[in-house]
């Protein structure tokens, strides 16, 4: 009963001094800019999703068919099993980018352009093999 009690003290103490990944401190700035990536995104879908993604000749190339300008091309590549692989990119429509800069392994893209001033995000998946 003594080492019940005493394993169960030591377990609190444990508990109470781990910071948990689940709370941030900056919780309602975070939810402001989620609401402004659920505008991007619903902008990006109702425009046609004009930026193309597509992996040619070892390089990911970023393209559009849109007649529109588009500005401020943004990439974010998240690696789902490493987050030290991440990697921010501020391209141009056309630029290619070497797949070789990139670890193996799962990414979630983001893109995010402008088009008359507005921001449009479109999200995927991406496999480098």
């Known amino acids: 009963m003594i080492a019940f009690v005493v394993f169960i003290s030591y377990m609190v103490v444990v508990i109470t001094n781990e910071s948990s990944e689940l ?6 700035e975070q939810e402001q800019t989620i609401d402004a990536d659920m505008t991007a995104q619903k ?19 970023f393209e559009t ?10 990439v974010s590549f998240m690696c ?14 056309g630029a290619r980018f070497p797949v070789a800069q990139l670890k193996k392994g799962a990414y979630a893209l983001s893109i995010r352009y402008q088009i008359k001033g507005e921001t449009y995000l479109q999200q995927t998946s991406y496999m480098r093999k």
């Open 23 to 28: 709370i941030a401190e900056d919780y309602y």
């Open 43 to 61: 902008r990006a879908q109702e425009a046609g999703l004009p930026i193309l993604f597509k992996e040619q000749d070892g390089h990911l190339c």
């Open 65 to 74: 068919n849109s007649k529109q300008e588009i500005t401020k091309l943004h």
């Open 80 to 93: 789902y099993n490493d987050k030290n692989s991440d990697l921010e990119l501020d391209l141009k429509i």
